[in-house]
């Protein structure tokens, strides 16, 4: 049995001031490493965490234990997320066509090494450390909660109160601006050739690519099925879908916690 299925009954039947300190012990240490990724700066992932908090200690009549109390505490963590979005100044405004997120007509390929090298792997993180932040920010929520916190689309949907067809346009959209961030930053390419087949059939392979990732599955396409692009493009979106795998774990500072505690319970 999962953790998160252990502490779903006997949480919500706790009064606030000991049920806080348990999910804060449980999931605080993944909710902050998900606000440095949202943030992109320790000061506004220590702001989000505790504004999570505390409005769980607020608002913990309202949970009933007919969900996860990871997923009640995302959703609290969205809606503030959204809030001090919408505070900021000077976020992006221009959504790139999907034409602009394509190898397409590029006269070199990145040369992927073997992708689960360690350089290659410390590469593809920083490189993703930096591109998250420069995501829009829905892009960037959607894309947190389903590639790092490896929420179901249907779990986001619930979570960011969004159809499950608006998550997988965000997500997907996402993944290919994060994917073309890691084939920029590869020191080695090399020249490709025309596609063999049309550019249509590379649209749909792709739309079953990223199907599959949705699934956590692999995608069982035979090799000689893909041109050498959708082959490197295969590949950097798997290297970045793996690449924010690894960002998921995040340890809460002690001081953080003892301060969330104190404020909301003490």
Known sequence: MSERTTLRAPVAELPAAEAIPRLVDAHGGRLYGLGLKLCGNSEDARDLVQEIFLQAYRKWDQFEGRSDPSTWLYSIGARACQRMNRRRAGQPAHIEPLSELLPVGEETI??????????????????????????????????????????????????????????????HRARLMLRRAIARELPR??????????????????????????????????PESLCERCGALFATLDLARETCRDLAEDRMPEELRARIVERAVG
Request: hydrophobic content about 40%; overall charge negative; proline content about 9%.
């Open 110 to 171: 990145p040369d992927l090494p073997d992708p689960h090298e360690d350089r290659v792997r410390r590469e593809a993180r920083e490189v993703i450390d930096r591109a998250l932040v420069e995501l829009p920010p829905d892009f960037r929520l959607a894309l947190v909660l389903k590639d790092i916190a490896e929420l179901s689309v249907s779990e986001v949907a619930q979570v960011l109160g969004i159809k499950e067809a608006t998550v997988k346009t965000r997500v």
């Open 189 to 222: 390419r090399r020249p490709t050739h025309e596609p063999s087949h049309e550019r249509t059939v590379c649209l749909e392979l792709l739309r079953g690519k990223q199907e599959a990732l949705d699934r956590g599955v692999a995608y069982p396409v035979p």
